[in-house]
């Protein structure tokens, strides 16, 4: 709901008129002017032929979109009418009611379901001849309410070409009721020139959802790439088509095109898909959007993450990944190790080189977890050596304490991943 300013007083400007209204009043959503391109109308009820002073009866004409070609009531309208015009989902019926200097005339349809309704449309169309000077013709809707609370144009003006007005954000799926005055100055036409219309529909204004997002591989080879898939679906928030779906990386403002699986962006659920370039070394960000075929977009975008790495070739001898090495405690162990990237070119510099880790374990036990990891040192001052083509070595200096104890070890790298997990058994 809004609040109106709190000034005391403060002036609103209507179609036709300037009003006063008092700091205290509280409006029902706001209203904009014109249709919304894409709204999906689903009923409505139209007062028509205002005065009958032409051929035919005036009339009023209620039900589903597109309206019947006949009357349903017959209505002698006077200089001000008041009209409420609702609709029970229990009921499945609309009803209007018309309360004239005469009486009060009222008729209902059932329509049934209309499904998801959150749109208002008000139309007031004046006769549409170019106005003389002899003779005054005006229709106004004015006083509306929303389910009890005043629209914030305390006036709807007709004009020649007709006008109209938006009313979003409401959610009137199970009932509304929307009432006002029908105001009629000078003399009315015959036929449907003069008339007002109010429409209930539905207008999609949420973007698309973003659900299972997978990345793989992950981590990511240091220049190669990783395949994102995602499921882009507007079924919860408006059921329209997705006609794109975009990733952005690493917040870089600029958002890249993905394919849809199938081939076409076609359906309000669609499974999509991307390459991604590995190029930033440790964590990557990647956010999705997707846009429906209403132009709403995913606000705000969903993101994950995946990791680039290098190409780690695997422990070389006398080191053994999967199996239990066996060494001697207070000795130095030489762990090898290659690193490339995902064309095969070397890894040379060694800010590559990030740790070197170890923590106890259970001996015989497969299972374990780290925990009271530390960090181990090197031998002299020979720990981390460069030997070419990618191939590095660690000289582990092994403490005398770690006889007769089980460890696990592992080689973190500056990219955030670690070398894979390798038990020794010290004897």
């Known amino acids: 709901m809004k609040q109106a300013v709190t000034n005391s007083l403060f002036k609103l400007t209507a179609i036709t008129s300037l009003v006063w209204i008092s700091s205290m009043d509280v409006y029902a959503a706001e209203v904009s002017s014109g249709a919304i391109e894409g709204a999906d109308l689903k009923a409505a009820v139209r007062y028509r032929h205002m005065n009958g002073n032409g051929n035919g009866m005036p009339r009023v004409l209620l039900g589903k979109i597109p309206l019947p070609s006949a009357g349903l009531t017959n209505v002698r309208w006077g200089s001000s009418n008041h009209i409420k015009y609702s609709f029970d989902a229990g009921t499945g019926n609309l009803a ?31 006769n549409g001849h170019p106005p003389r000077p002899d003779i005054v013709n005006e229709i106004s809707l004015e006083n509306v309410k929303l389910n009890g609370e005043p629209l914030s144009n305390n006036k709807f003006q007709g004009i020649a070409s007709g006008a109209s007005w938006s009313v979003t954000g409401e959610n009137l799926t199970e009932s ?22 109010i429409n209930v529909g539905y207008v999609d204004q949420t973007g698309p959802k973003i659900d299972q997002i997978g990345i793989n591989p992950n981590p990511a080879i240091l220049n190669g790439s990783t ?8 079924a919860d928030t408006g059921n329209s088509n997705i006609i794109s779906a975009e990733y952005s990386l690493n917040d870089s403002g600029s958002w890249a095109l993905m394919t849809a699986q199938d081939g076409n962006y076609d359906n309000s659920i669609e499974e999509v898909i991307a390459e991604l370039p590995a190029t930033q070394l440790g964590a990557n960000k990647v956010c999705m959007r997707g846009t429906d075929d209403k132009g709403n977009i995913t606000t705000p975008p969903t ?16 080191v053994t990944a999967g199996l239990v090495n066996s060494a001697k405690a207070a000795q130095t162990v030489p762990v090898k190790w290659r690193l ?25 036990n497969s299972e374990h977890s780290p925990h009271d990891v530390v960090e181990e040192y090197g031998s002299g001052n020979s720990g981390l050596i460069y030997k070419g083509d990618g191939q590095w070595q660690y000289n582990w200096k092994t403490p005398k304490n770690y006889k007769d104890t089980c460890r696990a070890m592992y080689v973190e790298f500056n990219s955030g991943t670690i070398s894979p997990i390798v038990v020794f058994d010290f004897k």
């Open 340 to 364: 490339t990237d995902a064309n095969g070119l070397p890894i040379e510099d060694s800010v590559s080189f990030a740790g070197f880790y170890s923590y106890p374990i259970e001996c015989g």
């Open 227 to 234: 395949t994102l898939r995602a499921t882009v679906s507007d």
């Open 96 to 126: 209007t009611v018309i309360k004239t200097p005469s009486g009060t005339v009222s008729t209902s349809k059932n329509v049934g379901e209309l499904g998801e309704l959150n749109y208002i449309l008000l139309n007031v169309q004046r």
């Open 303 to 318: 993101c994950s993450t995946f990791m680039v790495t290098y190409q780690f070739e695997g422990f070389n001898e006398p």
């Open 176 to 197: 509304f009721e929307v009432e006002g005055d029908i105001v009629l100055v000078g003399q009315q036409p015959g036929s449907d020139n003069n008339h007002v219309q």
